[in-house]
Structures are given as structure tokens and as C-alpha cells.
């Protein structure tokens, strides 16, 4: 059985809420907010503008609470709790205290930012947001910003402590959009420079390797993954033997650029699959490049087009982010276990002598077009 809910003025579409997300969803939002206490629930209605629960204080007080979720909900959020100045909670939304309103609680947005211009006597907490406190603002309690950043005008009293683990450098007043589209193009490109160097030096040896991962890939990725704790032992033993204390201090510079080659195969072998080239052809290696460098710089370009939306658009860069690492380490994984397969890109015993072969055949010189 589903419910649907309406916004207000009808203007932004209608939204599919499960009664049992909402019960549950509503059950706990009431525990929370009269646990300890002799308070109840005065009115509870289910309607087009969702789910409203009205609680009284009590006979001898005048302290009311509304808790909505559903469509009817400032900013887009999908739940609301606003205690008539009590405490503010936001999920999926920004939360607001303006110039001259008092909130005896805390305020709390969870996938949305903060902004204070009032007076807080609890806590101001954003998570996967921003903190911004204006001018005049007051906090008697602590001020946390995670995955955001902490704004804070001179002369801000803030009584309790102020804690931020942001995410995204830039601060209040830059373009976030064009900030972070200009950070994923320049690192793009800086990539894409660096591959075409690499590509151009070891040309043969990449082919080889690129040759490995698209035959053994499953292999070579967990090759790779045993090569970052291998690394550390051998790192041990050489410094056990003092004489091998030398080759210690180098070898993590080795094995950095081993893992950023094999970051730069693996883009290849996805390369040549998007495009539908075969490996090592005459034909080029920076189309391939290209077009898999692109494909993994995609899922950060939507990420950050998703991180400056409000409401649930925020959880949802956050995931397409997480995407684009995991493609990289998948990526550098297989491609560092392809080197070790291959001895480093050597041409392949099969080949003789003069293996300059390219692609899995390994049959034609670099140079040479492959035959028909």
C-alpha cells in the first residue's frame, strides 16, 4: 500500500511515501522527541499534505510541537520537526534561524546546511553540510560542520566548542559549481597529459601490459591487491638488513609510480572498450585515453552538479563520487597486477627475441599495421 503525497500549491509534483516507512519513520521521531517526559501526541493526521503529528506539553504548558514528513515541508525536505522554538531538525533540507528568533534547542540538518543569524541555546550540527554563522548570531552550545565548511563573522559568540571536517575547499560566496567543475578539468587534464607521456615512452611496454589485463583481469586485480601489502613487507625486511636501508628509501617512490602506470593501463583497456578499438593498434593510444579518462571523470562531473542541489540530491554526489574512486583503485589495481604478470611489460616469451608485438596476438611489430 503506498500513500501519496502532495506538496503545497502542487507545484513541485507528488511524492511516493511507504505507510510503513512513514510509520516507522514516525514512530521514532515521536520517541525521541517525548522520551523522558509525561508528553503526548494531541492530534495525528494523515493527509495530502502528509503526515503531521501535533504534541501538547501537557495541561500546564504551553510548549507544542508539529512533526511533518511528507511533501509538506519547507525547502523540499522529506521531515521537519519544529518544536515552536524548541528545536529544528531537517533531513534532506536546510534549516534557518533568522535575525531576532530564538531557538531554545538544538538545530540539526542532516544532507543539508545551516544558517544562523538568531540566537541557538542548544547545539547547531550540519551533516553532509555547512555551518554558516552570520553576524549577531549566538550559540550557547557547540557548532559541527561535517562534510561542509564553517563560516564564522567576527564577533559570532559561540560558547560550546566548533568542530569542521569539510569536504569541499572553497568557501561561502565562491561559485561551488564552477569552483569544482574547474578543479575535476584541471585534474583531467593533468592526467591525461601525464598518460600521453607515459604512453609515449613506453609505448610497447603498455600494450603488452594492456595485452595482460584484458586477458587475465580478474587475476591481475588481485595481484595488485596483494601488492600494496607485500610492498610494506619488503619495505620491513630491507630495513631489518641495514644494507638494504638504501633500497628501502627508494622503493616507495618505485612503487608509487608502478601504481599510477598501472592506473594509466587499465584506463587504456577501458578506453579501447568504450571506443571498440583493439589493443595496441597503429591507430593510437589517445583516443583510448581519452575516452577512459573521460568516463571516470564523469561520475565526479555528476557528483558535483548533485552537490550543490538541495535534498536528496546531496547523498546522491556523494555516492556517484564514491563510484569514481572505487573505478580508479579498481582500475590502478588491475593495471599494477598486470605489470607484475607481465615483468614489468615485457614482451612476451612467445614472441621471441624480437617480441614487439602488440595487442593479445603479439604478432606485428609496433610500426607495422596489423595484416589482415
Avoid at 533531513?91 to 531576532?100: T, W
Wanted: hydrophobic share 55%.
Amino acid at each position: 500500500m503506498w500513500v501519496f503525497l502532495r506538496s503545497r500549491k502542487g507545484s513541485r509534483g507528488s511524492r511516493v511515501l511507504p505507510v510503513g516507512a512513514a510509520t516507522v519513520a514516525l514512530l521514532s521521531l515521536l520517541g525521541a522527541a517525548s522520551a523522558g517526559s509525561a508528553e503526548k501526541a494531541a492530534r495525528i493526521e494523515v493527509g495530502p499534505h502528509g503526515v503531521v503529528v501535533e504534541r501538547d506539553g501537557g495541561d500546564d504548558s504551553t510548549d507544542t510541537a508539529r512533526i511533518r514528513i511528507g511533501a509538506d515541508v519547507d525547502s523540499e525536505g522529506l521531515v521537519s520537526i519544529d518544536e515552536s522554538g524548541a528545536g529544528i531538525v531537517r533531513v534532506f533540507a536546510d534549516a534557518a534561524v533568522p535575525a531576532g528568533q530564538r531557538i531554545l534547542g538544538d538545530v540539526v540538518a542532516v544532507f543539508g546546511s545551516v544558517d544562523v543569524a538568531g540566537q541557538v541555546d542548544g547545539d547547531v550540527v550540519a551533516v553532509m553540510g555547512s555551518v554558516r554563522l552570520r553576524e549577531g548570531a549566538a550559540v550557547d552550545g557547540d557548532v559541527v560542520a561535517i562534510g561542509g565548511r564553517l563560516d564564522q563573522a567576527p564577533g559570532v559568540v559561540v560558547n560550546g566548542e566548533s568542530v569542521s571536517l569539510g569536504f569541499f575547499p572553497f568557501p561561502w560566496g565562491l561559485p561551488a559549481l564552477p569552483v569544482m567543475l574547474a578543479v575535476i578539468l584541471t585534474g583531467w587534464l593533468v592526467t591525461l597529459f601525464l598518460a600521453w607521456v607515459f604512453a609515449a615512452l613506453f609505448r610497447t611496454r603498455l600494450a603488452h601490459v594492456a595485452s595482460m589485463a584484458s586477458k587475465r583481469t580478474v587475476a591481475s586485480f588481485f595481484l595488485g591487491l596483494l601488492s600494496l601489502p607485500g610492498f610494506v613487507a619488503l619495505v620491513v625486511l630491507l630495513f631489518v638488513t641495514v644494507i638494504g636501508i638504501p633500497l628501502a628509501l627508494g622503493l616507495p617512490v618505485a612503487f608509487t609510480l608502478l601504481q599510477y602506470a598501472g592506473q594509466i593501463a587499465g584506463t587504456y583497456v577501458l578506453g579501447c572498450r568504450l571506443t571498440g578499438r583493439a589493443l595496441g593498434t597503429e591507430s593510437g593510444v589517445m583516443a583510448p585515453l581519452i575516452a577512459g579518462t573521460g568516463f571516470v571523470a564523469l561520475f565526479f562531473v555528476v557528483g558535483a552538479v548533485l552537490a550543490v542541489m538541495p535534498g536528496v540530491a546531496r547523498p546522491l554526489a556523494l555516492f556517484f563520487c564514491l563510484l569514481g574512486v572505487l573505478l580508479i583503485l579498481g582500475l590502478t589495481q588491475i593495471g599494477t597486477g598486470a605489470f607484475l604478470l607481465s615483468r614489468f611489460g615485457a614482451a612476451p616469451r612467445s614472441a621471441g627475441a624480437s617480441g614487439e608485438g602488440l595487442g593479445p596476438a603479439a604478432q606485428a611489430p609496433l610500426a607495422a599495421p596489423p595484416t589482415a
